[in-house]
């Protein structure tokens, strides 16, 4: 299975500490071991933390209820955006390149001091983070910091030391990738898996490079030594990483997405090749959708904003649309191969939806492209941007992208990591099973309530949306169905969390038995092996009712789209 690299004998004489894996029969280095729990437990505090703040933030915003005074708003939103968009999803995508680099190439981990530096680094910047926001009053700037606002130098601090701290991260994945070609563990290409989170690696280096160019100078401008600091120079670099850091999510969460359906179900993918290449047009066209916050900035042309935000952009979202129809076509093969074949969607039926990854996958897939791909395009697009992009409509965007898609599917992968790299049996069984459901629905009122608040005139980040007294009336709705769908969301949270604690700080360790959670005792790994070619090609297996989705998606997305122009041309509506 192209997934997995071939499980080989350790290299001869070697001293490296290893352990075989009874259920994915892969090597397992240790110091992989604990790099990934270390990783994956930090960004279980954040999170909480982060979901802390979101709750707060949420029953602010929500005007009824009006919580916390506007300081109070405006430093956890700095928190939140620190947390949930930086601090939760990189530990874990971390752990994730740990895991991609040795573990599915049955490789050991080449530079284990190197990263264990860059684990440190992580951790001490993002507690500090924590603490300046929290106790210093004068570093209420947002996650996004825009200069001249000014913060505490020890804030620009902790943004180096982690980002600093993830780029040694980085550089250890590749370490490993070349170390274990030049040993054997893999020959040709890299597994699809690992190729799509190598994606996510070369986009967080240049990401990062991008946020030192923006966050080093406000370091030196924060203590006086550089006593000026352009605010478009800051602009232009720190969206160079800000929305390219949401990418590198991006790249992670399919490959987490592959991951999770050959894992549920026992899927080969359609075609590699065709994977692969939507993988590259991420690398060369995904980062281009940051022009959209740039469009008011004086200092790029029109033709630069033009292109940016119109054709070159579309290539990206053209891999986005390739995966959408690989991954539920590969899906519904594999399960037409194990007989659900009755009907155009008989498959889906009998998909295994109490199984807590399989529901993460799709739920991740539809938020992420229903809600987040569809509204992203559309805001990408410059004449609609202009509108859309300081109301609520742009948070709805991205907390139906990164907050509902990426962070389920990594939800969803974490129950499998717990008992396979934890070496702990998943507790709570049937909160599991319903986790995924409660939050991904309550993330789905989330943004759809910000979405539709925005298309109201909502600003975003705005601690009281009555002072301008032009908000009309049917707002308190589209609010309170942000707030309801907020609790709904901090719920789920709230038993994921939950659910990781119990299961790893009770009972013994012991090796796993078994690869599903809940839903039957076969090995879907090993099942994908024994997937054939004559079962891929068969008549009866092909994905029809992938293809129906993929066009109902089609439109829904012109609908949506051509919605947005009908109201831009309402707005410019001359009598």
């Known amino acids: 299975?192209?997934?997995?690299?071939?499980?080989?004998?350790?290299?001869?004489?070697?001293?490296?500490?290893?352990?075989?894996?009874?259920?994915?029969?892969?090597?397992?280095?240790?110091?992989?071991?604990?790099?990934?729990?270390?990783?994956?437990?930090?960004?279980?505090?954040?999170?909480?933390?982060?979901?802390?703040?979101?709750?707060?933030?949420?029953?602010?915003?929500?005007?009824?209820?009006?919580?916390?005074?506007?300081?109070?708003?405006?430093?956890?939103?700095?928190?939140?955006?620190?947390?949930?968009?930086?601090?939760?999803?990189?530990?874990?995508?971390?752990?994730?390149?740990?895991?991609?680099?040795?573990?599915?190439?049955?490789?050991?981990?080449?530079?284990?001091?190197?990263?264990?530096?860059?684990?440190?680094?992580?951790?001490?910047?993002?507690?500090m983070a924590n603490a300046v926001v929290l106790f210093d009053p004068n570093s209420n700037v947002m996650f996004s910091a825009y200069v001249p606002m000014k913060a505490h130098p020890l804030f620009y601090l902790s943004y180096i030391l982690f980002a600093v701290g993830a780029l040694i991260t980085v550089i250890t994945f590749f370490i490993n990738i070349v170390v274990a070609k030049r040993e054997g563990r893999f020959s040709g290409s890299l597994p699809l898996v690992v190729f799509g989170l190598m994606t996510a690696a070369i986009l967080a280096t240049y990401t990062l490079l991008e946020g030192a160019a923006a966050i080093v100078p406000a370091f030196f401008w924060s203590l006086g030594i550089l006593k000026t600091y352009d605010p478009g120079i800051y602009r232009n670099f720190f969206w160079g990483f800000g929305h390219p850091a949401q990418q590198v999510n991006l790249a992670a969460m399919v490959s987490i997405w592959y991951a999770l359906a050959q894992m549920t179900v026992g899927i080969r993918p359609v075609n590699e090749k065709f994977s692969r290449l939507a993988f590259i047009l991420y690398l060369f066209f995904i980062n281009l959708g940051s022009a959209h916050h740039l469009l008011v900035d004086p200092g790029l042309s029109f033709a630069w904003k033009a292109v940016n935000t119109s054709y070159a952009m579309y290539l990206a979202v053209l891999g986005s649309m390739m995966h959408a129809f690989s991954i539920p076509a590969a899906l519904e093969i594999a399960l037409r191969a194990k007989g659900y074949r009755k009907g155009l969607f008989g498959w889906l039926r009998n998909a295994p939806w109490s199984e807590p990854g399989f529901s993460s996958l799709v739920l991740s897939m539809f938020l992420f492209g229903w809600i987040g791909g569809v509204t992203g395009v559309t805001i990408g697009t410059e004449q609609i941007n202009m509108l859309v992009h300081n109301t609520l409509r742009l948070p709805g965007h991205f907390h139906a992208t990164v907050v509902s898609g990426t962070t389920l599917a990594f939800m969803g992968f974490t129950y499998y990591v717990i008992p396979l790299i934890f070496r702990k049996e998943l507790k709570l069984k049937s909160w599991a099973k319903w986790q995924p459901y409660i939050f991904g629905f309550g993330m789905l009122l989330t943004s759809l309530g910000m979405i539709v608040s925005g298309l109201q005139g909502v600003a975003r980040r705005n601690w009281d949306i009555t002072f301008a007294g032009v908000v009309p009336g049917t707002v308190e709705i589209s609010l309170a169905v942000f707030g309801i769908g907020a609790l709904l969301a901090v719920t789920g949270g709230i038993m994921y969390v939950t659910i990781v604690l119990t299961s790893i700080l009770t009972g013994p360790r012991l090796e796993a038995s078994n690869l599903l959670l809940l839903t039957g005792t076969h090995n879907p790994i090993i099942d994908s092996t024994k997937l054939t070619d004559h079962q891929m090609e068969d008549k009866q297996n092909q994905p029809k009712g992938a293809l129906v989705l993929v066009f109902a998606f089609l439109v829904w997305f012109a609908i949506y789209y051509f919605t947005n122009w009908w109201l831009l041309g309402r707005t410019w509506f001359i009598r």
């Open 1 to 127: 299975m192209a997934s997995l690299a071939p499980t080989t004998p350790w290299t001869a004489g070697a001293k490296d500490d290893y352990r075989d894996c009874p259920v994915t029969t892969l090597k397992v280095d240790m110091h992989t071991e604990r790099l990934i729990i270390a990783n994956a437990v930090m960004a279980v505090v954040t999170l909480a933390l982060g979901g802390i703040a979101a709750l707060l933030i949420a029953l602010t915003r929500w005007q009824a209820i009006h919580l916390l005074p506007a300081v109070w708003f405006y430093r956890l939103l700095t928190l939140h955006g620190i947390d949930m968009l930086i601090a939760w999803i990189v530990f874990f995508e971390m752990a994730g390149l740990h895991f991609g680099s040795t573990i599915l190439l049955n490789a050991r981990h080449a530079a284990p001091k190197l990263a264990w530096t860059g684990f440190i680094m992580m951790t001490v910047g993002g507690l």
